[in-house]
């Protein structure tokens, strides 16, 4: 019986002893300067039970794990989307340790902290319910673990993945983390003692501080480009700068969250090709090499890295890709050392620099290495490519200033040495300005009296349209005036024959007759003069006063008179009258004179067209039509015919003087330049054209209404 009670005894103390080697204790020494991971004998299950928060619930069936990352033991997940995992702990801490003792707890989901079946801390929200889970990135944050000395007390974990759609792949996938810590560490200023979540803070701290210069650059960059347009470069970096600070706010607005959302890591992602490829487009134009296969391969790249951020997170892309492009980067620099060596070596330096140290931190993302004071340095290391271009400007901008400087005194120089040569040149010249002048004004005096000739000339060619179309019109008031006298005159000798007679009936009868002769021989001689008075008036010279005028019987008269005056000279001629007057426009204030010298120069103009279409096809009916329109605005005049139309490159140039596409000797060149005036100048109108080619011309009077 004693030997039985001897192996019970033996073995319960065996069992003490295994229990307490399960003990983490924590001593003085444990924390010293330093965050410690609870990494060893945890015991884990699946599933959930409020119960197992109780240090009485015998776990010793759970299974052991010693591991950083709880969930993620020989990097397999244990509890995927949606499962919740239990992980329990026993600890302590021993006489030595006077400091209160803090916890940190780095994870991708959410969980429950408790403290011998005590809840001590939430950190997002666990349900076995997806839709109600609410996952946290929790590393920011810091909470007392409230242990006794010399007591054993069991940490309990309640956790569950994030929930996330997007990316499929997530860098950060079952991580949990707990580490531990002093108090004193996490209040004490020596810079020694640097925690991972000072580091951290040290990191968003330095992207602060590189925001700031990236976004003076902006400004000062884009300052430049306003002020000095011509050196597009600055634009393009103000743009890459813009980019950038972008992409730095998008980071620093990511960190003001502890909730991981997709959005946020997919604008990352986007910028993070977007600046680079900017960076890049100004390394081409600062070495003026043409954009071709290798810039848009390697935008290609970014595209398709975009995308690829539903699958895994831009962290890994961005350093994938920023390697990319400084080798890019490199071989620009390169190809360029012989014609700038200056930008190259700066570029070259900086480019090196870091593409060796994205090259450590992708292999440190992927696990190679493990530099956790690395993050420190990414921001500065973001800011190396922009900054080293921002130092290349300044130099270009000084380098060009210096030479500025050296070729402004050397012109200096020259104005020196030159102006004795200037003084002595001085006299000449103004003696030969006065020789030219002399000749000029005598040149000018001709011209002018040139022009005024030529001026004369075409209102000469004017009185001769409407000489010609007056002739025609008053040709036949003119022939019944002869037609009658004669008759009158052969009836007088009638008369006479009948008095020797002394047949007084039929003098009587002779005489009615030679009465009603004369008669219309006065009708049709006040038709002439009324003919005669009314095409002065408007052939006379002007006046420039306006009067009130009927602009649809001044178009008739002027389309009358133009036609008749090109049948006079051309017997064969002929052609489609057509006109469409507005009844309602009444009269308008304008200077007659002027204003028929237009419409007869139109008129004229369309005459000219149509015969010219005429000559060459026998076929072609020639119609010219006239129409008055009255607006809210315009009272138009519009003249149009059906000939060839004007080319556009003669389009252009028919309102300049002495322009002119007739024959020489047919034309002067300024029926349409002074029509322009007269309506422009003179009647505060516009004087517009449309032509189509083979169809016709329409020119339009605008007069204000």
Avoid at 154 to 169: D, G, H
Wanted: neutral net charge; charged residues 20%; proline residues 3%.
């Amino acid at each position: 019986m004693k030997h039985i009670l001897y192996i019970i005894g033996f073995l319960l103390s065996l069992t003490v002893f295994s229990q307490q080697e399960k003990v983490l204790t924590i001593s003085d020494t444990t924390l010293v300067n330093r965050w410690a991971y609870l990494e060893s004998n945890w015991s884990y299950k699946k599933g959930d039970n409020i119960n197992w928060s109780d240090p009485k619930f015998d776990d010793s069936s759970w299974t052991k794990i010693s591991s950083k990352n709880l969930n993620k033991p020989n990097n397999k997940i244990i509890g995927g989307d949606n499962e919740i995992v239990w992980f329990r702990k026993l600890i302590k801490t021993d006489s030595t340790f006077n400091n209160p003792i803090v916890l940190n707890v780095y994870q991708a989901g959410a969980s429950e902290i408790y403290l011998d079946g005590k809840l001590i801390r939430t950190l997002g929200k666990v349900s076995s319910n997806p839709e109600e889970i609410e996952t946290i990135f929790s590393w920011k944050i810091v909470f007392h673990l409230p242990l006794e000395k010399n007591k054993a007390h069991l940490l309990a974990v309640r956790f569950v993945n994030s929930q996330r759609k997007y990316p499929k792949y997530f860098m950060n996938d079952g991580h949990i983390y707990i580490q531990a810590t002093s108090i004193h560490n996490i209040l004490t200023t020596d810079p020694r003692l640097v925690t991972p979540i000072k580091e951290t803070r040290n990191y968003y701290n330095n992207l602060y501080i590189v925001l700031g210069i990236v976004l003076f650059m902006f400004v000062l960059f884009l300052f430049l480009y306003i002020f000095f347009k011509r050196e597009k470069i600055n634009g393009y970096f103000a743009l890459t700068s813009l980019l950038y600070s972008c992409f730095l706010g998008a980071i620093l607005l990511e960190y003001k969250t502890n909730f991981y959302e997709f959005k946020y890591d997919f604008i990352i992602g986007i910028l993070n090709v977007l600046y680079p490829l900017a960076a890049l487009y100004c390394i081409y134009k600062i070495f003026n090499k043409r954009i071709g296969y290798f810039y848009w391969g390697i935008t290609a790249i970014g595209i398709l890295l975009i995308l690829s951020g539903f699958l895994v997170s831009s962290v890994y892309t961005g350093h994938i890709f920023g390697v990319i492009i400084l080798v890019e980067f490199l071989r620009i620099s390169s190809l360029s050392y012989k014609s700038d060596k200056i930008g190259a070596l700066i570029f070259l330096l900086t480019g090196v620099l870091n593409l060796i140290f994205w090259i450590i931190a992708t292999l440190h993302q992927l696990g190679y290495f493990d530099l956790p004071q690395l993050i420190y340095y990414v921001p500065f290391a973001y800011i190396l490519l922009p900054l080293s271009i921002a130092i290349y400007l300044g130099y270009f901008f000084g380098n060009r200033s210096q030479s500025l400087r050296l070729n402004l005194e050397r012109v200096q120089k020259l104005s020196k040495e030159k102006e004795s040569i200037l003084s002595e040149q001085k006299d000449t010249l103004e003696q030969q300005v006065k020789e030219r002048t002399s000749e000029l004004n005598q040149s000018l005096d001709d011209l002018k009296a040139t022009q005024s000739q030529l001026i004369q000339s075409e209102k000469m060619a004017s009185l001769g349209e409407l000489t010609a179309g007056i002739a025609h019109e008053i040709q036949n008031p003119l022939n019944f005036v002869n037609n009658f006298s004669e008759v009158s005159n052969e009836l007088i000798d009638e008369m006479n024959e009948e008095l020797d007679k002394g047949d007084l009936e039929e003098v009587k009868a002779i005489s009615l007759d030679i009465k009603q002769n004369l008669e219309k021989i006065n009708h049709h001689g006040k038709r002439a003069d009324n003919i005669v008075k009314g095409m002065l008036q408007h052939s006379r010279s002007s006046s420039g006063t306006k009067e009130p005028t009927d602009i649809n019987t001044l178009a008739d008269e002027y389309l009358r008179l133009a036609y008749h005056g090109l049948r006079a000279k051309d017997k064969s001629f002929n052609a489609e009258l057509i006109t469409n007057f507005d009844e309602s426009i009444g009269k308008v204030n304008i200077v007659p004179q002027d204003m028929g010298r237009v419409i007869l120069n139109l008129i004229t103009n369309a005459f000219y067209a149509v015969n010219e279409k005429k000559q060459r096809d026998v076929s072609f009916k020639p119609i010219v039509t006239v129409s008055t329109k009255k607006s809210d605005e315009y009272i138009t005049i519009s003249v149009s015919d059906n000939g060839d139309g004007i080319p556009e490159k003669v389009k252009e140039k028919i309102f300049q003087p002495f322009f002119t596409t007739k024959p020489t000797g047919q034309g002067t060149g300024l029926g349409l330049s002074m029509s322009y005036d007269i309506v422009t100048k003179g009647h505060d109108g516009k004087l517009k054209v449309e032509t189509t080619k083979n169809k016709g011309t329409a020119f339009f009077i605008e007069l204000p209404n």
